[in-house]
């Protein structure tokens, strides 16, 4: 059991100091950071003691190792736009991409499975049909037409919410929530839409399969046989098996919606990690985007390892020694 | 921290109270992107700048005519007996929002910061010998040599107080390469219209009113509440919803609508930038060309040719939807130097084109490519695709590369570019400032965005020249032998002078302001 977890924490590592690799050469191609840290009157001898002080003038390898022994002490730098530490302006845009992702996963969920139900057991109904069509929409069209398609809708035509920002926060010392007051909440809504409808559609189409496969199964049968009610076997029985993979693809999405936040973020001026990241790429802010990226991976590779973990109780196969783990 | 809580908390009040009298007016003002600092020495960047001016002042500053006009200081002037020293007169009885007097110390450690080492104003300084206070309220600036246009380097300087600075330790600009910030960076005291309340970058930030400024003339905003929307559709629709009162980057697709739609109208107004190409001169062959034995470009009947198959009327018409101006010279109209004649532009004329590409020896044209920015200037890549159409209809196939701002810049400065589109805005309202960056050889401060590396030494001299002469009309007279040079020598291809449309609630009126730095002081109301 220590010797699966500390094997699993090992290649977790490795991941992270891939990632780090993979980062650290393109930022080599995305643009020169000095360009946009300095006025075209800036001589070019000044740009050049600029970089110096930098150290981008370094071989890369130097560079890198250096960015590594930051990043073990959590250090990264400087923003060259905001001029604050890097892991500061992460920590303050961080709640509100959490709340964000977490309104949009339960929107996802709550829905998803409602309409996935719902589909499966009246396949032939016109509700199903459209519903099923509309799904089909959900996942072809852009997350920012979708935004702002709703923006135009909600906002400019019928004036009902806001079409930007977090409305107003209270602020809990380590926490900025906006859930506690009127226009946070208002404002959260169509942002938790936009963001919410892909995974949406994935859940409900995936809980539908799920749910035809089950209720064609020989125990649904049997039920039916033994002459217990309708409800008892769809929601009882058949929901209940259905949920197992629903609960993993969820869990394992949840990374992808703290990424996807970026499109929705930044057509709703959502003050969140990802138009951080979208706004330091325009102007090559390399340790915010070096921070961010290493702020993904760390997610995904903790989420994998949970899974991974809980596996291990679930599936007694993976606990024979010296057998192949993530079979 | 302990300032956060408070402000915040002085920020949910002021959004839930009336703060004062009937008449407090409340501005809800959306642009583009946030100032990136407060710290008013360590970024030369327009909306940073934009931002400081309601919390800082100027000795001197620009009013939306362009002209400078006094601000900290009354009166400037050169020492009567020693042609390079500026004497300020300051204002008195100006204080600062923590309510220290303004006095020449400041001035002095004010101008010393932003010439110190790691401020990115230094290099309009950097003919700044000594600065000294000669009493309370005069200042004497020594240059290295006569600097007649001086003043004109000082209107995105800003004083600070010395005292303040000293207690909080941001003597020293915010260093990059430093573990922390610097106070300056997020706290502010300045002595101009607006005191800051909070702020959260990227997000808001809200202002209001500075009781004891020294104008006489109390602005009609009382409270303004600055908020970044980057997306341009978000903020045309948060106006249109009614969430913002003033938008300051207006995208020209949506200029004819706004202004239809009723309670909202556009301000329009030139911008202090004009957009041109520019191309390589010299006899090595161009890298990104199918001509391997000589460079079309240094041909001047190419480049006339060039000049004839681009149609600005047309760019206007169709890329811009009206909104430009187009211009056949790379200089501003604001700027001293511009006149009529340079400005006006040949009709296009493709069969006379033709024949001059043919004379030069190309009767089937050439190919090269075309570097754009494609996130900097006002469709800046539409711009550069029309001028492939354009130029392929005279033979000329340009093959369109296109990158954000952040790869563009540097292939200009590292000459690493045969074709290439740049804007330049020209903040001391002077040909000189085109002259030593454009024009002039690249070689030490001079020709930095000279990207296609044309060289003329007699040119050069009188370049150099313009920066230690007094006598303002024989200056005058080498600016126009110059421009007259540039013009003829098609040395760069000048398309238009941008546009700048602010939209807002017809019952505001601001005006625009030509280098894009509106004072919401210069806000009024209909009643």
Known sequence: MLAFIIRRLIQSVVVMLFVALIAFVVFRYVGDPIASMVGVETRLEDQEIMRDRLGLNDPAIVQFFRFIGNAIQGEFGISYRLQQPVSELILSRLPATIELAFASASLALIFGVVLGVFTALRPKSLFSAGIMAASLVGVSLPTFLIGIGLIYVFSVELGWLPSFGRGDVVDLGW???????ESGLKSLILPAITLSLF???????LVRAEMLEVLRTEYIRFARARGLSQRAINFGHALKNTLVPVITITGLQLGSVIAFAIVTETVFQWPGVGSLFITSVQVVDV????????????????????????????????????GGSGK | MTTTFRRLGAALLASTLIVSAA????????RASDALTLDPHSQNQGPTHNFAHHIYETLVDRDVEGNLQARLATSWEIKADDPTTWVFTLREGVTFHDGAAFTAEDVVF???RARSEKSNMRQLHVDVAEVIAVDDYTVEVKMNGPAPLYP??????????????????????QDYAAGEDNYAVRNTNGTGPYILQSREVDVRSVLSINENHWAEQKPAVTEIIYLPIADAATRVAALLSGEVDIVQDVPVQDIERLSSTDGIKVETGPENRVIYFGYKFGDAPLASSNITDRNPFNDPRVREAMELAVDRDAIKAVVMRGQSIPTGVANPPFVNGWTEELDAYPAPDIERAQALLAEAGYPDGFTVTLDTPNNRYVNDEAISQ?????????????????????????????NQTDFYLLGWGVPTFDSAYVFNDLVHSKEGSYGAYNGGLYSNPELDAMIESLGTETDLEKRNATIAEIWQVVKQDRVLLPIHNQVLAYAMKDRITLPVHPENQPLMTSVTFAE
């Open chain 2, 110 to 112: 004010s101008l010393d």
């Open chain 1, 199 to 205: 995974q949406l559609t994935l859940i409900m189409r």
């Open chain 1, 175 to 181: 926490w900025r929530t906006g859930l506690l007051t």
């Open chain 2, 152 to 173: 004109n380097n000082l209107t995105n300087t800003f004083i600070m107080d010395k005292t303040w600075a000293e207690t909080n330790d941001v003597v020293e600009v």
């Open chain 1, 287 to 322: 340790p915010v985007m070096a921070a961010y990226l290493m702020f993904i991976a760390l997610v995904f590779v903790l989420i994998n390892l949970i899974v991974d973990i809980l596996y291990y109780f679930v599936d007694p196969r993976l606990r024979l020694d010296g």
């Open chain 2, 386 to 414: 029309a001028v492939v159409s354009m130029l392929g209809r005279i033979g000329i196939n340009v093959t369109l590369a296109s990158r954000p701002v952040a790869q563009h810049s540097p292939l200009v400065t590292n």
């Open chain 2, 23 to 30: 008449s407090a007016e409340t501005i809800r003002w959306a």
